[in-house]
Every structure is written in C-alpha cells, then in structure tokens.
C-alpha cells in the first residue's frame, strides 16, 4: 500500500505541475463552489498548522529529580516496567521511533477536564509521556476543552452529568500545572500542551456528519465495550451525545497526524478502541484526500484554460497540498490498568481518591498513600509510577525479599512518587514527618504539617480557660477522647507511661497547662504507639 502510494504521488505530482506555478498569485480562501466537501479541512488546517518549534513552545519546569541524559528505548522501558498492554504494530513502531533522520517523533495523550485536578489513575500516562520525553521524543499533551464538554462513557456505567463551558475551561488551567511539573522534570525535547476545543470548537454539525460521520460504522461503534454494556443496561442506557464521543476522540488523532505529524497515541488501556478508531479515520480521510488530488488538478486545469487565474491558482494549491499529506502510518499503544494485589480499587482510600494536586491531597498524605502500599505492589508501583532504573528497582526488590521489615522499597517509592509530584522539597518534609509520627516528636512541626499530619487522626474541641487554671482531669479526658475505655483502663495508662502529651510521657500527676500547646492551639495525646488523638483548645 505504501509502495501504491509513493508511486501514487509521482504521477499526480506530474498532473500539478502544470497549474502549481499560479499558486504564487493566489489567495488563501478556496471556492466553497467547487470544493464543498473539503473546505472544512483546509480552513481548519490554515489556523492549526505549527511549526515544530511553535508545537514545543511551552517551557518546562527546572528539573525536580535528577535524571540521567542517557537516552532509553521507549519500548524495551515500557516492557520491563510492565506498562505495555496493547499495542496496534508494535515491530512498525519500533521502527518509526527508530528513525534518526526523522527523530523527534511526536506522541500523544489525551485527559479531559471533568475536575479542576487530576487522580492518580491518570498518572500512568503521563508517566508514558515523561519516558516518552526520555527516549528523546516530543510529549503531546492534549486538554480535552472540546471532548470534555460531552464525556467519555468508557468505564462509567451511566450518564455523566454535563459540565459547563466555564467549569471545563476553568479545570484545563487547572490540571495543566500537574503536566508541567511531571514533565519537567523529565530531561529531553520541550513537552507541548494542545486543547482540542481550539478545532472542535469551530465545527458545524452538517460538516461533522458529512465529513467524519461517513468514515464510521454504527455496527463497530455498537461493539465497543463500554457502549455494549450501557446498550443492555435498559435502566442506563446511552445518549447519542456519549455515544459520538468516539468521533471526537478519533478527529482528534486526525487533526494532530494532518497538522503536526503526530503519529502514536498512548493511553489507558481502556482507549484503545478509541485509538483504533483514530488510526482508521487517518487512513480514510488521507487515502480520500491523496484520491481527490486528479479530479483537483484537472478542475484546475481546466478552471486556468478558461480565464479563472485566482481560481486555478487555489485549486492547485489544494492539489498540492493534498498530496503532500503525511503517510497514513499511526500506531497507537495503551498500559494495563492498574490493580492492587488484594482485589481493591487502586487509588482509593477511606477518604476518599487520591489527587495530584496538594489543593485535594495534601504532599503528605499523598506520601503516606505510597508508604501504606502493600508488600505484594511495592515492586510493581515502583516500575510504574517513579522513574527508578531497572537496576535500582531490581536492587530494591533483593532488598525487599531479603528483609521486607525495613520497608526501604516502601521508603523509596513514597520519596520518589511524591517528588515527582511535589517536589523534592515537600517529599523530605512528609519523610520527617511521618517520622516524627512514628516516634512521637512532632513538636518542631509547623502547623500546615501538622494539620495535614492529624488531619485523619480524631479530634475533639476544648475551651482554653480549663488549661488557664490547670483543671482539666486527664483521667476523664482520656475517656472523652476515647483513648481509654474506661477511668480505671485511664489511670493504668498513666500509672504505666502509656500516655504521652506532644511527644513526651507524662505521669499521672501531670496538670495540662497553656505550655503544653503547640502553635497555642493544639495538644496531641497518645496512648501506646499508634492510638492519637489531637485536642484542639479555644
């Protein structure tokens, strides 16, 4: 097909030539008259198309973790670190990466604005992103300003409610410090940040049916996952809105390939009929344009014998440009989705989810997420969500085996996940504290830490004047904060040093006082090593 093609190319390249040299004296706008169904993409493209450097314009944060310069296979690193799942050719896109005259590649992923933040989940392919980056190559982010605005219904087992223009524009400014931050710490080529509301915006319906519609088969788009299971749901089903969203999604692919020679697409595995999607649309709409390119330049031909210069001049600039579109050669892989070893949901806790902003989850408790992880995931969340080489995590992981009470696996993968993050700074400042925790000391802890420290530990509120006049009984007190079930289990904590006030064991003869508050807010009392509780005095 590809041979077909070049070959293809040559003899329509000979037709155009007869007509190109009029492109000089012609404008930009083409004859709606006689071009109708391929306007739509023209008008588009003069607006999108961007140079390389324009494509990569964005800068990067300073580097957060040091980084090697050695640059990595993307596929060999994708294998070893478990995050290839699926993959459309993967010998074809082995070799297109390969390809030094054409290096960098561009890949992309694409993450809709339904929130002002983004979870953990969406962490593994911005991890694909930064090795992406690391294998040389140019990350593509792309904001979902347009898709978000109807809803992706792949994993949802009913109907999203719509967001506003406001709310969704709103949530890409702020999702895109997360991008900016991972990413640049990351050395290699200038990531780029897209916003597919920039194209989808601007399209009619008639267009979208007449144009992409066409190349989309409802029997195939029936057989998707996620549309199949709401289409038996007769309580759920799906709405039309949710059902296009594969159109969406798929132009999305086209319009980046057309302009910007973006040619992989990576994602959860979840996207991947998506993805295909994609990559069929490209083949249809290139092989159609590479087939319009005679009938075009005969048009122009024949629009140049009869007088028509600026016409003549459009259509065989429009030829030409038709088949000068890229190879119709696009490749799409996806990761695994992620899974705890017990069967429960990954990124979830008691709380709540976990977030990769501090506004919904604090650097803290992010670090503490990483540090409870189970003996079984350590090695796993290792490879996928730090940045660690094969040698440090294989190092690690005899560690691990060898003496799993040092939970040193479990330190590191708490260190490096949230510095990447949070950054190195705030990654050393939840590491102290969780020690501090952990051994009582927290009386050097400023107070945001320490909020952030008890912020899922019991509380209770108390009037300061008790404390004015020492007149608070620690025997009941324990009782009122439930660390002791009753005042006689109350007076044994005491009598045996069970009991600690700030990290210091007090006796059963200790008054509370105002010296006893941190920042003149707080107390914290512990019994035996792991049961807190934090009194708050007003």
């Keep these: 097909m590809r041979e077909w093609s070049y070959a293809f190319r040559f003899q329509i390249s000979r037709s155009i030539a007869v007509t190109a040299p009029l492109v000089q004296n012609s404008g930009d706008v083409l004859s709606k008259k006689t071009t109708p169904s391929r306007s739509w993409l023209v008008k588009k493209r003069s607006s999108l198309v961007r140079s390389p450097m324009d494509l990569s314009a964005r800068s990067s944060k300073p580097i957060l973790v040091p980084m090697t310069q050695q640059k990595i296979d993307f596929i060999e690193e994708l294998e070893w670190r478990g995050l290839l799942h699926q993959c459309t050719d993967e010998d074809g896109l082995r070799k297109y990466l390969a390809d030094p005259e054409r290096a960098p590649r561009k890949v992309y992923a694409g993450f809709d604005p339904t929130a002002d933040s983004l979870t953990i989940g969406n962490l593994v392919p911005i991890m694909l992103l930064a090795h992406v980056k690391r294998a040389g190559h140019v990350p593509v982010v792309l904001m979902g300003g347009g898709t978000g605005l109807i809803g992706d219904p792949s994993g949802k087992s009913a109907e999203r409610s719509l967001i506003t223009d406001q709310t969704v524009e709103a949530n890409v400014h702020a999702q895109q410090p997360i991008f900016e931050i991972v990413l640049g710490c990351v050395e290699g080529p200038k990531h780029c940040v897209v916003n597919n509301v920039d194209w989808l915006g601007g399209l009619g319906y008639i267009e979208v049916l007449r144009n992409i519609g066409k190349h989309f088969s409802v029997n195939m788009m029936m057989q998707k996952e996620s549309v199949k299971e709401r289409l038996h749901n007769r309580e759920q089903g799906i709405s039309y809105t949710e059902f296009s969203y594969m159109i969406l ?97 990954f990124g979830k806790t008691e709380t709540g989810a976990i977030w990769l902003t501090r506004e919904r989850t604090s650097p803290y408790a992010y670090y503490q997420f990483w540090l409870n992880a189970s003996d079984d995931d350590v090695i796993k969340f290792l490879k996928i969500f730090t940045l660690l080489t094969k040698d440090e995590v294989d190092e690690l992981e005899r560690g691990h085996v060898d003496n799993p009470g040092a939970r040193e696996a479990h330190k590191k993968l708490a260190q490096c996940a949230t510095a990447i993050i949070h950054g190195k700074k705030e990654a050393e400042q939840a590491e102290n504290a969780s020690k501090a925790l952990f051994s009582g000391d927290i009386v050097s802890l400023p107070k945001a830490l320490l909020e952030d420290v008890f912020a899922n530990i019991p509380s209770s509120d108390h009037s300061k004047a008790d404390l004015e006049n020492q007149s608070v009984d620690l025997v009941e007190l324990l009782v009122e904060t439930k660390l002791a079930q009753s005042k006689r289990q109350a007076r044994e904590f005491l009598a045996n040093g069970s009991v600690s006030i700030n990290g210091s064991k007090i006796t059963p003869e200790t008054k509370l006082a105002l010296e006893h508050l941190l920042h003149d807010e707080i107390i914290a009392i512990r019994r035996g090593k792991k049961a807190w509780h934090l009194t708050r005095w007003n």
């Design 249 to 345: 999604q798929a132009y999305d692919f086209w319009k980046l390939f057309y302009d910007d020679q973006v040619a992989v697409q990576v994602g959860g595995s979840d996207q991947y009929g998506n993805i295909i999607a994609g990559i069929d649309l490209i083949r249809r709409i290139s092989f159609d344009l590479i087939k319009s390119v005679p009938m075009l330049a005969a048009e122009a031909q024949a629009a140049a014998a009869a007088g028509q210069i600026e016409l003549a001049a459009s259509l065989a600039k429009q030829a030409a440009m038709y088949a000068a579109s890229p190879e119709p050669e696009s490749f799409g892989l996806t990761a695994p989705l992620v899974t705890k070893s017990d069967g429960s949901k």
